[in-house]
């Protein structure tokens, strides 16, 4: 018998539990748009909820269009998620360099001293690879995030450097793809299955 995806939850496929530097994957018909079809890196998890950022979701503005007096960088801006999406947020590489940055996880940050992003950008000290900018964040309450991971919206995945820093648009099918079998045949399905 062949192997039916539709007859499994997306619940019973978590090898991992969420937690910071995890990523959650979008369940193939998640039909809120912000979320559709989304890979979030969690950079905060603990008993007040979770944060985190959508990587797969970039936007036409510019960094300048954001902030007058930044350098010219090449790097697109993210939409990071529904939450205080007029404020810039940012992950990168350089927490010995920068500021106030939080760690994530080993080598990896989030957030710290803006002014200090500006000049290292100016003296390229820090490249389009090892920084990622956002508008808007993706927040969860308490149990919220664990509700959702019970209704099946969200696959639990480690995380890599070149998977959170990747500007490939069709990241979530690429980290789908990369999976076992009985998630990675969901790679290719149709955002709208009544189309198949």
């Known amino acids: 018998m062949d192997y039916n995806p539709f007859q499994r939850k997306i619940s019973e ?19 809120d748009f912000n979320f559709s079809r989304s890979v979030v890196l969690l950079v905060e998890f603990n008993d007040d909820g979770a944060v ?12 300048s269009d954001v902030i007058a007096d930044f350098p010219e960088f090449d790097a697109p801006i993210y939409l990071g998620g529904p939450v205080e999406t007029q404020s810039l947020f940012f992950i990168h590489t350089k927490g010995d360099l920068i500021n106030d940055s939080v760690e994530i996880q080993k080598g990896l940050y989030w957030n710290g001293n803006l ?36 209704q099946n919206s969200w696959l639990i995945k480690e995380s890599n450097f ?6 490939n648009q069709k990241l979530w099918n690429e980290v ?21």
């Open 115 to 150: 002014e200090q992003v500006k000049a290292m950008i100016e003296q390229k000290l820090v490249q389009p690879n090892e920084i990622k900018f956002f508008l808007g964040y993706s927040g969860w309450d308490k149990t919220q995030l664990e509700e959702e991971l019970k």
């Open 176 to 196: 789908v793809a990369d999976s076992p079998k009985e998630i990675s045949i969901m790679a290719n399905f149709p955002i709208d299955p009544a189309l198949n």
């Open 13 to 31: 496929l978590n090898r991992f539990k969420a937690e910071k530097g995890k990523l959650l994957i979008a369940e193939p018909f998640m039909n």
């Open 52 to 63: 985190g950022f959508i990587l797969n979701k970039a936007d036409n503005i510019q960094l």
């Open 162 to 167: 070149e998977t959170i820093f990747s500007r």
